[in-house]
């Protein structure tokens, strides 16, 4: 597949199914309810800007996604940061160049409005993530995220 043949457009709510379709596929277990409540946040809270992403093939058919967050906060001002906190690219369509494409396309988005930096979180085992990440120019940031298990 070329990579002009991939276009990458706004996630709308008639996305849901292909979302959750590549999230399974990706982690081989389906969160339905994790879409759900991610949906329903970023599509009808006056809190959040619309930020997330879908890649479409040649057919139309979505082999990736990103999703993250633009909070609004108190008065309708919202942060200088972001948050990314999903992506998946549908097993079949990885390692072709969608991810950065996704990434890159993100990026510029948050640019236009004003975003000045952009955060995620990646387990520390992942060396795959971490890679993937680290290629599209994310680095460590200064703070640790501590955890304590109850």
Known sequence: MDKDAIHIRMMTTDDFDAVVRIDAKVLNASRPDYYKAKFERLFKSVDYLPTSLVAEDDEGTIVGFVMGELFMGEYGIFKQEATLDTIGIDPDYQQRGIGKL????????????????????????????????????????KTVNLEYNL
């Open 102 to 141: 996704l990434i890159k396309e993100f990026l510029n988005h948050c640019k236009r409005v004003g975003v000045k930096k952009l955060n995620t979180l990646v387990n520390l085992d992942d060396d795959k993530l971490i890679h993937f990440f680290n290629k599209n120019a994310f680095t460590p940031s």
